[in-house]
């Protein structure tokens, strides 16, 4: 539906609106372990755990905001963005490569962290539930 809206109403006019765009694209792309979900700091990550805040510690290092890397949408059609992604209980370091027409591709990624102790949720067809501990899914 995206590539039918995308080329008459997408404006991705700065840094800004495309980053938002990412976040909107990521949210709604599902894999196996469900969504992806750009983490710019530590405090971002829904942890369960009782050393929540060792673990959140140990990851502000390498976690970077989401940022433009190179080149420039409006000239070249598309622009590089580095960031963080959450997918399931791992995290990764990310290079996205976003087309002026909302295309979006990974180019490369590297695991920072898994089996990360992350809240949750089930699906039942469009109904979700609420965050969930991982004993509870």
Known sequence: MLDAINPRLLR????????????????FVRGQEGPFKIIDMAEDLPLVTPNAAAVADGLLSPIKPLQAIDVDLESDGWRRFEGCVLYGNELFRVIFRLHATGTVEMEGGEQIA????????????????????????
């Open 12 to 27: 991705l006019a700065d840094d800004e609106a495309a980053s938002g765009y990412l976040r909107f694209f990521c949210t």
């Open 114 to 137: 898994a089996d990360l102790p992350i809240r949750t949720r089930r699906y039942d067809g469009v109904f979700r539930t609420p965050l969930l501990a991982p004993d509870d899914n």
